[in-house]
């Protein structure tokens, strides 16, 4: 049997720490997430500096890459975060453990129902999952404190800018359908300011203001 709580230990000291991650809450919430309760078919790699398949043709993100978009951020625990792409619904879960309330938008249904029944079997009451297009947001709660898209996009979705509350905060990975870099942007008097950070790679973000179906 595997030591889990040992291995997240591990992951924080030897992955996190070492590459700058600084945010004492979000070291806090990276020990005590189960991220092998969000992975398959590879829970023995749950805890390696690697991304990892999910089904449905996505993936997992590297725990460095979940823990710098996470920093990015900047959460204090009172704000209300718009998440694009549930995917595993690890993400959602630090970001549960961090902040008041997150609302997350998956599009594929098969993985936003395993992701709500992890979430749920966790005691996590804070997180609302929904099925549909990301790149639409959710207007009907809007606007949101921070919005964190977990999937590659030409560029950040008009409808998500117009979500955002005046002075919050977007981190997304913004380039080509093969590589893209991290954006930080901040809204103020309803126009944004960015800035570049790390580059990445992310699955396409596919919708109305994202990469088109026919490109899937």
Same mark, same amino acid.
């Given at each position: 049997?595997?030591?889990?709580?040992?291995?997240?230990?591990?992951?924080?000291?030897?992955?996190?720490?070492?590459?700058?991650?600084?945010?004492?809450?979000?070291?806090?919430?990276?020990?005590?997430?189960?991220?092998h309760l969000f992975i398959d078919e590879f829970m023995h790699k749950a805890y390696d500096d690697m991304a990892l398949p999910i089904g449905e043709d996505q993936t997992i993100s590297q725990p460095y890459m979940v823990a710098i978009m996470t920093e990015l951020l900047e959460l204090k625990g009172d704000e209300k975060v718009l998440e694009i792409g549930t995917g595993s619904g690890y993400q959602?879960?630090?970001?549960?453990?961090?902040?008041?309330?997150?609302?997350?938008?998956?599009?594929?249904?098969?993985?936003?129902?395993?992701?709500?029944?992890?979430?749920?079997?966790?005691?996590?009451?804070?997180?609302?999952?929904?099925?549909?297009?990301?790149?639409?947001?959710?207007?009907?709660?809007?606007?949101?404190?921070?919005?964190?898209?977990?999937?590659?996009?030409?560029?950040?979705?008009?409808? $998500?800018? @117009? +979500? *955002?509350?005046?002075?919050?905060?977007? /981190?997304?990975?913004? %380039?080509?359908?093969?590589?893209?870099?991290?954006?930080?942007?901040?809204?103020?008097?309803?126009? $944004?300011? @960015? +800035? *570049?950070?790390?580059?990445?790679?992310? /699955?396409?973000?596919? %919708?109305?203001?994202?990469?088109?179906?026919?490109?899937?």
């Amino acid at each position: 049997m595997e030591n889990f709580k040992e291995l997240r230990d591990m992951m924080v000291d030897t992955q996190l720490i070492p590459r700058g991650i600084k945010d004492e809450r979000l070291l806090a919430a990276m020990r005590k997430v189960p991220r092998h309760l969000f992975i398959d078919e590879f829970m023995h790699k749950a805890y390696d500096d690697m991304a990892l398949p999910i089904g449905e043709d996505q993936t997992i993100s590297q725990p460095y890459m979940v823990a710098i978009m996470t920093e990015l951020l900047e959460l204090k625990g009172d704000e209300k975060v718009l998440e694009i792409g549930t995917g595993s619904g690890y993400q959602s879960a630090v970001l549960a453990e961090l902040s008041l309330s997150v609302f997350t938008i998956e599009r594929r249904a098969a993985l936003a129902e395993r992701a709500e029944e992890r979430i749920h079997a966790l005691g996590y009451g804070n997180v609302q999952i929904r099925v549909g297009d990301g790149t639409l947001g959710w207007p009907e709660d809007a606007p949101f404190d921070r919005i964190i898209i977990t999937a590659g996009s030409p560029q950040i979705p008009k409808p $998500l800018i @117009e +979500q *955002l509350s005046d002075g919050g905060i977007i /981190v997304a990975p913004v %380039g080509d359908r093969f590589s893209q870099q991290l954006i930080v942007a901040r809204k103020f008097k309803g126009s $944004l300011s @960015e +800035q *570049l950070h790390t580059p990445c790679m992310f /699955v396409p973000l596919i %919708g109305e203001y994202g990469w088109g179906k026919d490109e899937d």
